[in-house]
């Protein structure tokens, strides 16, 4: 499966059916998470499987959008909460998600927390703990809980309870910055503007506007900004993690 298709593919499931992973799902989930950290300066990632005990409750208190049943297993990311952090966050995760896609997994963002680290899965919360007592996996609990991870978010995986709907994406119109043409725009770019169609969001608001802007010969650069809201910086690293991937080309991106 190629990664146009896994964005394709990939729906935010919160109903799984409870299964557990196989020894081998659970090989490949470490590994895939291990690609998506590597070289990454800023995210670290940790897999936790249930031992039995479902992590249902745990993602209710966190999530403000839909309940979790039956969750078999998650990610836990941790980044400095720094708009460098937490773009990073949703590329890494985002780049994670696809992958775990690609190997027949369903996943959703558990992404109902705010950008500070007294309301995250925290280092000293009763949440942070309960994933580290009930995973059958050895959790790193310093690399999560080093003074320079204050933001948290997780992943929830397995497999779903049900097949997942055909995604609400707004109009590449509606996500392009103003004064941009959708009628002008170049192919590459109007590629990865149909991956930023694909991309989760919190709350499914798509809060991030893209342009093409003028930049070095040969190159292909993009002006990004993130318009507010929840999660508005982890939301911004996953669109731009969707339009380099779909666009088919190097990208290089302007921040506002």
Known sequence: ???????????????????????????????????????????SMQFAAADGTAFDARFDKVSYYGRFKDVPACVILASPATPEGLRATGHAGETLVLALTGHGLDTCWAGGVIETADRTIGAESEEFDAFVEHSAEPVDVDALTDAAARFHIAITLGHALRPGHPHRSKPIADL????????????WFAAGMEGVQLAPSALNRQNVRFAPTAGPAETHTVRVTDVGGLLAKVNTGVAMLHFEQAAGVPVEFVLD
């Open 1 to 43: 499966m190629d990664t146009l298709d896994a964005m394709k593919r990939r729906h935010s499931t919160r109903a799984y059916t409870g299964e557990a992973l196989t020894a081998a799902e659970r090989a490949t989930v470490e590994a895939l998470v291990a690609e998506a950290v590597a070289g990454e300066t800023q995210v």
């Open 176 to 187: 392009l910055a103003d004064g941009t043409d959708p009628d002008a725009l170049p192919d």
